[in-house]
């Protein structure tokens, strides 16, 4: 990933946060990915770690219509995701999604429970949650025009939790330096 684009994407997501009014702390922890797939327009996120401790985690989520997180769960993090601002599509599948069985699940949506069918889009609007349980397959993606998506989760652990379908993915990028950085990422502060 060109740090061009990692700098518009922090460009782009401080943009939104502040005409939503979102204030962020001193010293948030970005986080910009591609996926290692090289194409950040079609798969990519942008993620501020808000609280990163041993009982829990908070992040904060930008995307743009037309990007999605791919297919991908989680053994041991239970999390909330929630919409913000805007409207977030989620697809969710309790076996592998390629398998291709189709059976409903039960998601927790806004405390209730209710069932959807695997593989299927769920839209949440602004202010909606739905609590994703450890080994629920799911991928999302903006149905607006941008999306600032909550998340509060157990324990985080980027490296050795997210188990994506593809098997190319890589959680963080590879950096082209093709200009000054806007902000340093999370994964260039633990590899330093």
Same mark, same amino acid.
Request: aromatic share 14%.
């Given at each position: 990933m060109k740090r061009s684009q990692i700098n518009n994407a922090f460009k782009e997501a401080s943009s939104c946060f502040v005409k939503g009014g979102w204030s962020l702390p001193?010293?948030?922890?970005? &986080? @910009?990915? &591609?996926?290692?797939?090289?194409?950040?327009?079609?798969?990519? !996120? @942008? !993620?501020?770690?808000?609280?990163? %401790?041993? %009982? *829990? $985690? %908070?992040?904060?989520m930008y995307a743009?219509?037309?990007?999605?997180?791919?297919?991908? *769960?989680?053994?041991?993090?239970?999390? &909330?995701?929630? $919409?913000?601002t805007g %409207?977030?599509?989620?697809?969710?599948w309790k076996n592998h999604p390629g398998e291709q069985i189709s059976s409903n699940i039960e998601i927790k949506r806004?405390?209730?429970?209710? !069932?959807?069918?695997?593989?299927?889009?769920? @839209?949440?609007a602004a202010g909606e949650r739905v609590t994703i349980e450890p080994?629920?397959?799911? !991928?999302?993606?903006p149905v607006s025009a941008e999306c600032i998506i909550g998340e509060v989760s157990t324990a985080n652990d980027d490296v050795n939790d997210n188990f994506f379908w593809d098997e190319a993915i890589g959680r963080y990028p590879e950096i082209e330096e093709n200009e000054k950085p806007e902000v340093r990422l999370v994964s260039e502060k633990t590899q330093a």
């Open positions: 001193p010293n948030p922890q970005w &986080d @910009v990915t &591609d996926f290692g797939l090289g194409n950040f327009n079609e798969k990519g !996120l @942008v !993620l501020i770690n808000l609280a990163a %401790e041993n %009982e *829990y $985690c %908070e992040k904060l743009k219509r037309g990007q999605t997180t791919p297919h991908h *769960y989680h053994k041991k993090k239970k999390e &909330d995701i929630v $919409c913000r %409207e977030l599509a989620i697809r969710f806004n405390g209730v429970f209710q !069932l959807v069918q695997e593989g299927v889009e769920v @839209v949440f080994g629920v397959w799911h !991928l999302f993606y």
